[in-house]
């Protein structure tokens, strides 16, 4: 024959009237596969919907295993000492680490093996039931991570997990628990004021029980109209003062003007909400770029403008920065060196990505720096907020031009009045109120020290300087003036192939 079959019937096919083609076949049978996707591909499906009337992630369970001991001791010995400066009589605190993990079927015998063997430290202790448990006399208390996040220490024990082959558990959390015995019955206040000094308010919570899931029960709030248009401007102040927005006055003319004047209708809540986070200090950096009008008068340059002009204007500056207000860091000219690099970035006959030799060969590597604050995350939550603006620092450095390396990092603290105990001052005034949102000056300094290097020691950059401001005064006029908001300055050397 001439064509195959294969094409005669292809051809056949292409036909569109069926009544004059028809494919005959002799029969169709059919095979069956159990099961079909992987449980990670099908539980990625079913998170995908959004209706949670019609898909919900299934969890065959909350499994949970105890660590003892839970924190070092110089860690416990800090916290005693911490205590009895509030005047809290702890004599002794006994701690343990509690893992509560989710899973979506029941674990085999050597998957559990795998997950004890990744939770269990050099010389601790694991089993499934505490270690600890409350006492007459003492006093029990257990902390531990909001469910409405996963954490980062989640994020990867679950990693390791799922390397070592143990797919079904999607997240495992830590909490923190406390056996603390004291001379005398601790009164609520100290029972309080305790509790203050081993969680961080924002991102942890008490657990008052045995976990089951980490479902939060939380339900999203209706969206609501803010009824300007009937209100003015008292509608803006009001809802600025009940979601903590922080409006100011320029800020409530504005918006009055935008909705009222130009849209013509309310803003819902979500708006002003978003409002609020655009015009904090983390997103704020349009404002340097507006147009500056001061007393009814606008000004030639904006700030930003002004900032520029000193490198614009220099040209003994242009001739040196090679990156200026612009990517993610700041760059200089630096030197030529030799560097130990693949071999295809010098011949053209090694092609990218295939295996080469290692060769020595001159590059030109200029020297960047880029710094940021971290100031209200630090504030609130000391630990985690210099240690998060040592990462997103971390982060632009090794982004600028097409890809940089770090080297060293810095770090700058400015806060108000420590009132160190056992440590007076003449010029620190012990009376002064601080606001209950934000961690003393003296936590803030310790805690977000030991974040900012935390971060840095986990990465590999060495933290090589920095300094330390505290300061708090009373000038003749009677005006407080002291960093009762902090600022955390995080800064970073790094190199790149120019």
Same mark, same amino acid.
């Given at each position: 024959?001439?064509?195959?079959?294969?094409?005669?019937?292809?051809?056949?096919?292409?036909?569109?009237?069926?009544?004059?083609?028809?494919?005959?076949?002799?029969?169709?049978?059919?095979?069956?596969?159990?099961?079909?996707?992987?449980?990670?591909?099908?539980?990625?499906?079913?998170?995908?919907?959004?209706?949670?009337?019609?898909?919900?992630?299934?969890?065959?369970?909350?499994?949970?295993?105890?660590?003892?001991?839970?924190?070092?001791?110089?860690?416990?010995?800090?916290?005693?000492?911490?205590?009895?400066?509030?005047?809290?009589?702890?004599?002794?605190? *006994?701690?343990?680490?509690?893992?509560?993990?989710?899973?979506?079927?029941?674990?085999?015998?050597?998957?559990?093996?795998?997950?004890?063997?990744?939770?269990?430290?050099?010389?601790?202790?694991?089993?499934?039931?505490?270690?600890?448990?409350?006492?007459?006399?003492?006093?029990?208390?257990? /902390?531990?991570?909001?469910?409405?996040? =996963?954490?980062?220490?989640?994020?990867?024990?679950?990693?390791?997990?799922?390397?070592?082959? /143990?797919?079904?558990?999607?997240?495992?959390?830590?909490?923190?628990?406390?056996? /603390?015995?004291?001379?005398?019955?601790?009164?609520?206040?100290?029972?309080?004021?305790?509790?203050?000094?081993?969680?961080?308010?924002?991102?942890?919570?008490?657990?008052?029980?045995?976990?089951?899931?980490?479902?939060?029960?939380?339900?999203?709030?209706?969206?609501?109209?803010?009824?300007?248009?009937?209100?003015?401007?008292?509608?803006?102040?009001?809802?600025?003062?009940?979601? $903590?927005?922080?409006?100011?006055?320029? *800020?409530?003319?504005?918006?009055?003007?935008?909705?009222?004047?130009?849209?013509?209708?309310?803003?819902?809540?979500?708006?002003?909400?978003?409002?609020?986070?655009?015009?904090?200090?983390?997103?704020?950096?349009?404002?340097?770029?507006?147009?500056?009008?001061?007393?009814?008068?606008?000004?030639?340059?904006?700030?930003?403008?002004?900032?520029?002009?000193?490198?614009?204007?220099?040209?003994?500056?242009?001739?040196?920065?090679?990156?200026?207000?612009?990517?993610?860091?700041?760059?200089?000219? $630096?030197?030529?060196?030799?560097?130990?690099?693949?071999?295809?970035?010098?011949?053209?006959?090694?092609?990218?990505?295939?295996?080469?030799?290692?060769?020595?060969?001159?590059?030109?590597?200029?020297?960047?720096?880029?710094?940021?604050?971290?100031?209200?995350?630090?504030?609130?939550?000391?630990?985690?907020?210099?240690?998060?603006?040592?990462?997103?620092?971390?982060?632009?450095?090794?982004?600028?031009?097409?890809?940089?390396?770090?080297?060293?990092?810095?770090?700058?603290?400015?806060?108000?009045?420590?009132?160190?105990?056992?440590?007076?001052?003449?010029?620190?005034?012990?009376?002064?109120?601080?606001?209950?949102?934000?961690?003393?000056?003296?936590?803030?300094?310790?805690?977000?020290?030991? $974040?900012? =290097?935390?971060?840095?020691?986990?990465?590999?950059?060495?933290?090589?300087?920095?300094?330390?401001?505290?300061?708090?005064?009373?000038?003749?006029?009677?005006?407080?003036?002291?960093?009762?908001?902090?600022?955390?300055?995080?800064?970073?050397?790094?190199?790149? *192939?120019?």
């Amino acid at each position: 024959p001439g064509l195959e079959h294969g094409s005669v019937e292809n051809i056949l096919l292409s036909f569109s009237a069926p009544t004059t083609c028809k494919r005959v076949m002799a029969g169709m049978e059919v095979r069956f596969c159990y099961p079909g996707l992987e449980h990670g591909s099908v539980e990625n499906i079913l998170l995908s919907f959004s209706a949670p009337t019609t898909c919900k992630r299934v969890m065959a369970g909350m499994e949970v295993r105890f660590c003892y001991p839970g924190l070092e001791h110089g860690s416990v010995d800090r916290l005693v000492s911490k205590a009895h400066a509030v005047g809290i009589p702890i004599t002794h605190i *006994d701690t343990e680490y509690c893992f509560n993990i989710s899973t979506t079927a029941p674990l085999t015998p050597k998957e559990n093996e795998l997950l004890e063997w990744c939770l269990t430290e050099g010389g601790h202790k694991l089993q499934k039931t505490p270690f600890l448990e409350g006492a007459a006399g003492k006093f029990f208390v257990e /902390v531990g991570p909001r469910m409405n996040f =996963s954490t980062a220490w989640n994020t990867n024990c679950v990693s390791v997990l799922e390397a070592a082959d /143990v797919k079904k558990v999607p997240r495992i959390e830590r909490s923190r628990r406390f056996l /603390v015995t004291s001379s005398e019955p601790l009164t609520k206040d100290q029972e309080a004021a305790f509790v203050a000094m081993i969680h961080d308010r924002m991102t942890e919570m008490v657990y008052t029980g045995r976990l089951t899931s980490f479902e939060t029960g939380i339900t999203p709030k209706p969206v609501r109209w803010i009824p300007v248009l009937k209100e003015g401007k008292e509608a803006l102040r009001k809802i600025s003062i009940e979601d $903590g927005l922080g409006f100011d006055d320029w *800020d409530l003319d504005y918006y009055l003007n935008l909705y009222v004047n130009d849209l013509k209708r309310d803003p819902s809540d979500v708006e002003l909400f978003d409002f609020a986070q655009s015009n904090s200090e983390h997103g704020r950096h349009w404002f340097f770029s507006g147009k500056m009008v001061i007393d009814g008068v606008e000004k030639p340059s904006s700030l930003f403008r002004l900032v520029k002009d000193t490198l614009e204007k220099n040209p003994n500056a242009n001739k040196n920065s090679t990156i200026a207000f612009a990517d993610n860091s700041s760059a200089i000219t $630096g030197a030529k060196i030799k560097s130990l690099v693949p071999a295809y970035g010098l011949d053209s006959k090694v092609q990218a990505g295939d295996p080469c030799a290692y060769v020595d060969a001159p590059i030109d590597m200029d020297l960047i720096y880029t710094a940021e604050t971290h100031n209200m995350p630090t504030g609130v939550c000391p630990f985690a907020g210099a240690e998060t603006g040592t990462g997103g620092r971390l982060r632009d450095v090794q982004a600028t031009g097409i890809g940089a390396h770090y080297v060293a990092g810095t770090i700058g603290y400015c806060v108000g009045n420590l009132n160190i105990p056992g440590h007076e001052v003449p010029y620190e005034n012990k009376g002064w109120g601080y606001p209950s949102t934000l961690a003393s000056p003296l936590d803030i300094l310790i805690e977000g020290s030991n $974040g900012a =290097s935390d971060y840095g020691n986990k990465f590999g950059e060495p933290l090589i300087l920095g300094f330390t401001r505290s300061t708090g005064i009373r000038t003749n006029g009677g005006e407080r003036r002291e960093w009762i908001k902090p600022i955390l300055f995080t800064g970073g050397f790094g190199q790149m *192939d120019a």
